[in-house]
């Protein structure tokens, strides 16, 4: 998995169990590869009219594709990328066919979100190139959270609270490290104040007012430090799971479909890629490891708390943590509350 993960971030082709070689069209370095048939997403053939001919349950599924001649990267990568749409329009003709390896394809597409790129692939490119191999059973174990373990821990001093200390996660093969934040003094007695946080450069880092990440992560830990002066304690996991598990360049195209009037979900969609690919039973784990099973979730997402709670956590309490909204996100949190099922009002 971990050179299946190399290998598209460079371009080099992959083989998943027997099915044909497929070749990233965003990262390919061959300009002169070509091929007759593409692995796109459902939501993307949609976008092509051909959902009628193969109908998908979601807009991550794959779906085999067949141009009336080969295509090259460049022209391959018009077709996969939405936000070329403006640029070069007229596409086709296409059509869609049967996918004799349909396991196969939709890790292909997973293997893509987890890599960080467009989930799209030239089938049986010339010239294939040594393709990097691996299985579908391979992605299953890989996204195994028992693989996770306790790197390191240590003392950080925060603005919060001074006594603060940092516990670092770290699993084989996956190059994101995960952490935990502990603020007061962690005992079985009282369940923690717990905020499951995805990692989010551009809220946390540049304080960006397209979404409302920063600010909750500030009056996340305000309220832990709160928690531990009254004698109990918080707990921030801080997950490297950049929108909402998309990864930062697909998330930053999500934003320039936005800017041209989808909301969030439909950008994503639109993209190819799921509305929500975080990985929360990895964060039943951490709790695992730290020896918690039983929590108060600051949430507004009833989703959250049933997937903790399905990955054996107990939810005591879900304490709602909700920001005022500002003119850049008012949008955003809309579709949270009337498409995602947030509780906001």
């Not at 640029?87 to 390896?101: H, Q, T, V």
């Not at 007695?189 to 600010?215: I, N, Q």
Request: hydrophobic share 50%; net charge negative; glycine share 6%.
């Amino acid at each position: 998995m971990a050179q299946a993960i190399d290998a598209l971030r460079h371009g080099w082709p992959i083989r998943v169990g027997d099915a044909p070689v497929l070749l990233p069209i965003e990262t390919a370095p061959l300009p002169e590869a070509r091929a007759a048939h593409l692995l796109i997403s459902a939501a993307r053939a949609e976008t092509l009219r051909l959902t009628n001919q193969r109908a998908a349950a979601d807009g991550h599924s794959p779906v085999l594709i067949r141009a009336a001649e080969p295509l090259r990267v460049a022209q391959a990568l018009a077709v996969a990328d939405p936000a070329r749409d403006l640029d070069a329009p007229l596409k086709g003709p296409f059509r869609a066919e049967d996918c004799a390896w349909p396991a196969e394809a939709a890790a292909a597409l997973e293997l893509a979100r987890v890599a960080g790129v467009l989930p799209a692939f030239l089938v049986a490119p010339a010239p294939e190139g040594e393709p990097v191999a691996f299985a579908v059973a391979d992605l299953a174990a890989w996204s195994d959270p028992a693989n996770l373990h306790i790197a390191t821990r240590a003392t950080l001093p925060v603005i919060v609270g001074e006594d603060a200390r940092i516990i670092a996660f770290r699993a084989i093969d996956d190059m994101r490290e995960h952490v935990a934040l502990v603020l007061g003094e962690q005992t079985s007695d009282r369940a923690p104040l717990v905020r499951l946080h995805s990692e989010c450069l551009t809220g946390d880092v540049f304080s960006s007012l397209k979404c409302d990440c920063g600010p909750q992560l500030d009056a996340a830990l305000a309220a832990m430090a709160v928690e531990a002066a009254a004698g109990g304690w918080g707990l921030l996991l801080y997950l490297r799971q950049e929108g909402r598990g998309i990864g930062l360049i697909n998330k930053l195209r999500a934003y320039r479909l936005q800017d041209e009037g989808l909301d969030t979900l439909e950008a994503n969609r639109s993209l190819g890629l799921p509305a929500e690919a975080r990985d929360f039973p990895l964060a039943a784990r951490m709790l695992d490891l730290l020896g918690v099973d039983t929590i108060r979730l600051m949430t507004n997402n009833p989703a959250k708390v049933a997937a903790l709670e399905a990955a054996g956590v107990t939810v005591a309490e879900r304490v709602p943590h909700q920001l005022p909204a500002n003119p850049h996100n008012h949008r955003y949190l809309e579709t949270k509350r009337d498409r995602a099922g947030h509780l906001l009002t």
